[in-house]
């Protein structure tokens, strides 16, 4: 399984910008999908993550990205979004999307996302 996250890049404070991940298997078959980042000098914490209950799905957020962040999935596409708005310096980090497989995580490599002015 292979992951592939882009989008990232330079941002002003308050700016916006969306975060795509690609998978090279078809993704409505994976219970759990979702983003973590690592910021400057900081451990790799998650972000928002996606997971199938029953015939539907449910997502949730770390406290300092609700209202802020929204993920979602494309299934049409392989594909996984995080659309994030209002972005703050303390945003700043290397992105990576995730997704189980079983008892396995998969990885892909992160995309940078700066806020500065």
């Known amino acids: 399984v292979q992951l592939q996250a882009s989008g990232g890049g330079l941002v002003q404070p308050g700016g916006s910008l969306r975060l795509s991940c690609s998978v090279n298997?078809?993704?409505?078959?994976?219970?759990?999908m979702g983003w973590y980042r690592q910021g400057p000098g900081k451990e790799r914490e998650w972000v928002a993550s996606?997971?199938?209950?029953?015939?539907?799905?449910?997502?949730n957020y770390e406290d300092s990205v609700k209202g802020r962040f929204t993920i979602s999935r494309d299934i049409s596409m392989n594909t996984m979004s995080l659309q994030m708005m209002s972005l703050q310096p303390e945003d700043t980090a290397v992105y990576y999307c995730?997704?189980?497989?079983?008892?396995?995580?998969?990885w892909g490599k992160g995309t940078l996302v700066t806020v500065s002015s």
């Open positions: 996606f997971t199938r209950v029953g015939t539907g799905s449910m997502s």
């Open positions: 298997r078809r993704i409505v078959s994976i219970k759990s």
């Open positions: 995730q997704a189980r497989i079983g008892n396995t995580d998969y």
